[in-house]
């Protein structure tokens, strides 16, 4: 069966700032030295699976110029623009609908824009296991990750590990983000698994459950697929697609279905979630400092800087997180990234947008 | 008798890098939100005792557009460039064969160009009485400041309370930087005071004084006066002036002269001799933020932010000293600003003479 992909890109990542920015957000930044961004890494590696041709990017009005620039070599009507945000479960669907009006059915790979993967092959040919494991009628499997340390703030998988076939295992259920406590006994059971936001399906089987889980959702979906390749597709996407519910694919399908599966990951996965990532997934130099660009350091450490061009000199300091643009430059401690959220609701308040 | 003063404008300060620069140091930077630069202030701040007729600028070839552009208002002429640095002594005394040659004799103020004064009509009070005494001959007068804390940063003044006459003392000796201990006892005997390195003099005074204990730079210095006036001053100043012995006036004149006299000044003097001055000379705010520029802060406190234009956004982050220009940024512990040589000293090092 054909294989496709489809690739969030919507998101409006706060995390980043001030390198992403609304016009800008996290999936359309490099953060490697190797210059590519994020979503040009995610279509890349799955090049020895889904074609160009094959690649779908969910995403939303004022990225469509930059999706285009940024993947020039995929097919332009590929790329779909979400009237506005309306959370996973309605873009999932969306793209089910259209590539079974397209194919009749296919696996689809359904996958974040603005996550790193260390070990590709491991990707690859997990993601090659996982679509062997949803071509059997109904099944929806997700990717877990072997978690390496108690982390509270992502989701949980919890996975029967004596139920396994060939590697997939049945799911028991998916848990909210754990506190600390909770998340130290998940990592002991070794039943758990980090819910890394990666689904294989048919579109066929995703619809199933939609169908039977989410009927409006189903209902308003129909209505827009019967448009697709006409000329009426956008009126009709732009005037139906804000009407469907709000609601994310974890909540409004996977925690009810049945014939939830998981494979547990383990291909070096990093989701990228704040600046601190960055130390992780670049060079550090003797002093613990992650330092990308024309930076000076004296006395100083365990620092992480990102630099725009101008000469940084940092004297004695530690801890911190550094972030030049060219209108904006964060001095962060280490230990409050999870406030940069603070700073854009200052700035919101004092109506500087300009700045977001 | 004519009240002449003479302003050194030559040095090249570094502590307040990257604001300042070899090719725009600290007496040309504004670092209070006045905006005026700190020579235009010493200018300024003489008005009531000194027409700008009779102000000179002693500095060098590289800052006379500098001078120019910054006071308008002062004769050209009155516009002196060292060809090299040579120290105080060499200054002083051409400044003073210099007036001498134009006045025949005159009161001459000798101050330093990058000096806050908090309280001026003290310090004029103060000056207007140095000038009464410095008309008796041979007379050689210090402003010396009221220690208010253990400073081991100055040279200290000693003299003798009980020789007063009209406020004016007699000084027993210079000495050098104490250390902590020491500055302590100077403290707490009260008969010493911080040396400001502010002199008034009668020009025939300080020439009498450099003809006793500096010949060779006396006659030196007859040489380039003679030519005061004609087409060869330039060529002349040029060539002897680097001839000159380079020696400061208080090792070469005020450590072996008689007639030295100090007034205690109580005005608010300020050297702004780092970064961490301008907490002191500025408002900060209720975080004990000094915050020059669009800055925001969050969890921040006892931090010192010169911006430059672009917004900062800090969270989470004290004690910094964090100073933003067009080409380079600082990120300094409060602890280490007399480090910020070390930067400049790499940055030489790597031939980026563009930022030094």
Known sequence: MRLTAVIMAGGVGERFWPKSRQSCPKQFLSLTSDGE????????????????????????EHYL??????????????????PCPRNTAPAIGLAASLIQKKYQDAVMFFLPSDHLIHHEKNYIDTLRKASQAALQDKNLITLGITPTYPETGYGYIKYQQNGAQDGVYPVECFVEKPDLQTAESYLKSGNYLWNSGMFIWKASSILHSIKKYMPELYQGLQIIADAYGTEEFHSVLNQKFPELPS??????????????????GDFGWDDVGSWLALERINQTDENQNMLDGDILTIDSHNCTVAGNGRMIAMLGVQDLVIVDTDDALLICNKNQTQDIKKILAELKAEHKSELL
């Not at 930059?66 to 590929?78: G, S």
């Not at 609601?247 to 547990?264: L, Q, R, W, Y």
Request: charged share 20%; no cysteine; aromatic share 4%.
């Open 247 to 264: 609601e994310s694919i974890d909540f409004g399908v996977m925690e009810k279905a049945n014939h939830i599966f998981t494979i547990p």
């Open 65 to 82: 110029s930059l999706v285009h620039e940024q993947l020039p070599d995929l097919p332009p009507e590929n790329v779909i623009a979400e």
């Open 37 to 60: 961004t994020m979503i040009q890494k995610t279509v890349k590696r799955l090049a020895p699976l889904v074609s160009q041709k094959d690649i779908y990017i969910i995403t939303n």
